[in-house]
């Protein structure tokens, strides 16, 4: 049950609320004592590699980590880069940085680079699984995508309130090595998950969040943490927004 709202008045000792974020130091409320996924970190693409299992990928495509952030590969001759064949029916789940929810329409692309300078691959084929905690994955479709392209996956069909991760297996089986199987340049996020009141990205309105506040406050300049009015000046109107919706959640 997510717990109920507190609200503090707008104007008080600063002091005060410093003794409480150090009195808060001995609970385990914020990371690294959530149990987990590590806490989003605000960018809409794949942030680390969860697991990958290829079978007959080779150099320079079997490096899983190209997968991560923006999409980003190139069939530059001697070296490209950017890719990770996922091998014949091989997989990757990734982590994604923000989490992302169901939007009118498309919610990730997938990126995928089917072109090479050695005279091109076949079209591949994979599936798309996304999940909330990493561990329990919940099938969205299909894709087949050919040269240069990038594909629209729709989330509405997991029954998700939100998700942090994404599997791809690959179902088209085909492909000489290094390349075999589905190439992954990269995945995108389209709609995002905004939890106003927290300021560290990790879906809890909770201390963490207050310390950072306390530790800006008074300061002047543009896009600042917990500035959550815009004003250019994080002041007390912007604590008793945070204070507003401390202690809850938007997991």
Do not use: K
């Not at 794949?46 to 150099?59: E, Q, R, S």
């Not at 927290?198 to 969040?209: G, Q, R, V």
């Not at 896009?223 to 250019?232: I, V």
């Amino acid at each position: 049950m997510t717990p109920s709202p507190q609200r503090f008045p707008s104007t008080g000792s600063l002091g005060v609320l410093r003794s409480l974020v150090r009195g808060a130091a001995a609970l385990c409320i914020v990371p690294p004592c959530v149990a987990g996924l590590p806490p989003p970190t605000g960018e809409p693409h794949a942030v680390a590699v969860l697991a990958a299992a290829a079978t007959n990928n080779g150099f320079p495509f079997n490096d899983p980590t190209e997968t991560l952030g923006p999409p980003d590969s190139s069939d530059s001759q001697p070296s490209p880069r950017g890719l990770y064949s996922l091998g014949a029916f091989g997989s990757i789940d990734l982590l994604l940085g923000v989490a992302v929810v169901d939007g009118p329409g498309a919610d990730l692309v997938i990126w995928e680079e089917e072109s090479f300078s050695d005279g091109g691959a076949p079209d591949e084929s994979a599936s798309v699984l996304v999940s909330a905690d990493g561990a329990l994955f919940v099938p969205v479709g299909s894709i087949q995508i050919g040269v240069y392209a990038s594909q629209f996956i729709d989330i509405a069909g997991a029954g998700l309130a939100l998700i942090r991760a994404v599997r791809i297996v690959d179902t088209s089986g085909s492909g000489p090595s290094p390349t075999a199987g589905f190439d992954l340049d990269a995945v995108t996020a389209l709609f995002i998950l905004h939890c106003p009141g927290d300021i560290d990205h990790d879906l809890d309105i909770d201390f963490a969040d207050l310390n950072a506040l306390l530790s800006g406050f008074n300061q002047l300049g543009e896009a600042l943490p917990g500035d959550f009015d815009n004003d250019g000046d994080v002041d007390f109107a912007d604590l008793n927004t945070l204070l507003g919706v401390f202690n809850t959640s938007c997991r």
